[in-house]
């Protein structure tokens, strides 16, 4: 019985160093603070034109299918960044009180893992998706490509969604 429980305890310490190990190691990768030149660069190795709007903002357009040229503004965290795209909504669709576009952001934001939506100041849907990088470039420029990836085939979505919403 005791030699379970020494046993169990001494599992119990290796896993809480190993957390707080880990928890020393999240905090090291995440500290690293990014310019506007580091976050721009990484789009860039993507194919992605970027133009620096401040220390904190950076402005991209990129080709979303059929949604055409988007325009998404990045901010730029201590070790993330966020990206924006609005999608300015016909007053037709703006004004409607049949809880369409409140049901379609929370449908959204409950079953979508890696971006968000809901209404600016404006009523306009925006799109947001955070991404946290590490210290190792080469890794970020991998990230960076595939956050992109899934940002776009959001707006596509969203894009899709807006048209659905304003012919209905």
């Known amino acids: 019985m005791h ?23 999240i905090k090291r990768e995440t500290s690293t603070k990014f310019s506007a030149e580091d976050i721009s660069a990484l789009f860039t190795a993507n194919g992605q034109t970027v133009s620096v709007v401040s220390d904190k903002y950076l402005k991209t357009v990129f080709n ?8 998404a503004i990045i901010r730029i965290g201590e ?12 007053e037709k669709v703006k004004n409607r009180d049949d ?3 409140l049901s379609f952001t929370s449908n959204w934001n409950a079953n979508k893992r890696f971006t968000s939506v809901y209404n600016d100041s404006d009523g306009d849907l925006t799109l ?3 991404l946290f990088l590490c210290d190792d470039y080469n890794s970020n420029v991998e990230l960076v490509g595939k956050f992109m990836t899934t940002f776009i085939k959001s707006v596509t979505d969203i894009y899709i969604y807006r048209h659905t919403i304003y012919i209905s």
């Open 3 to 25: 030699y379970i429980t020494i046993i169990g305890l001494a599992l119990a310490c290796c896993q809480i160093s190993s957390l707080e190990a880990l928890d020393e190691s």
């Open 64 to 71: 979303a299918g059929i949604a055409g040229n988007r325009t």
């Open 79 to 90: 070790g993330d960044i966020s990206i924006y795209s609005v999608h300015v909504l016909p």
């Open 99 to 101: 809880g369409t576009v």
């Open 128 to 130: 947001q998706s955070d």
